[in-house]
């Protein structure tokens, strides 16, 4: 079993059972997280030089229009995609072993938290996980504080309220504010 094989069940949304090989690859794959967000996190970067680190974390090519201001934190890597003209305030953490999708031309405020796995509920199986992809359309904001849990949808120009915790799918050119988020009222241009 290798990294393919692991995103080939994460991204099928498949329970990774906490004594299984795979488990051992995510944690293998989490090392290799920690020491490239530790590069990136030790001190100042050039902007190029964050894009590339980006890059090896990811194992994707970062545009030279993302722009993400350190510290910034993921403990897996390989299954975030950037879209252009992104940009990440700095602090903030992505779990993405379900997978992270952002959009073009979003903006994600300081300390905002994604989530993309759930333990289960049941004391004895509690190792195991459950991945859920968290997407986010074009042109969203993320307000600062933020917590997105798994399996959320946000849509195209949607505002996430800063401290607001995403328990639900969100609607194009919707804000949502609190604990749960809700919707607060609608946006157009």
Not at 17 to 29: K, Q, Y
Not at 42 to 66: A, K
Not at 155 to 177: E, F, Q, R
């Amino acid at each position: 079993m290798e990294l393919n094989d692991l995103l080939t069940v994460l991204n099928a949304g498949e329970t990774i059972t906490g004594d299984s090989p795979l488990h051992g690859i995510m944690h293998e794959a989490s090392q290799e997280a920690l020491r490239i967000t530790g590069e990136l996190n030790s001190g100042y970067q050039e902007p190029s030089r964050v894009r590339q680190l980006l890059s090896q974390l990811t194992g994707r090519h970062i545009d030279d229009s993302v722009t993400v201001f350190p510290p910034f934190y993921s403990d897996f890597g390989k299954n975030i995609t950037f879209g252009q003209r992104v940009f990440i305030n700095a602090g903030c953490k992505l779990q993405d072993q379900g997978g992270i999708s952002i959009g073009n031309d979003c903006l994600i405020g300081h300390n905002v938290v994604m989530a993309t796995l759930n333990h289960d509920l049941q004391p004895s199986k509690r190792a195991d996980m459950h991945p859920a992809p968290i997407v986010i359309g074009q042109n969203v904001w993320i307000g600062a504080n933020a917590t997105i849990l798994p399996g959320i949808t946000i849509g195209d120009n949607a505002v996430i309220a800063a401290a607001a915790v995403v328990t639900k799918d969100v609607p194009a050119n919707a804000v949502v504010v609190g604990s749960p988020a809700r919707i607060a009222r609608r946006i157009s241009d």
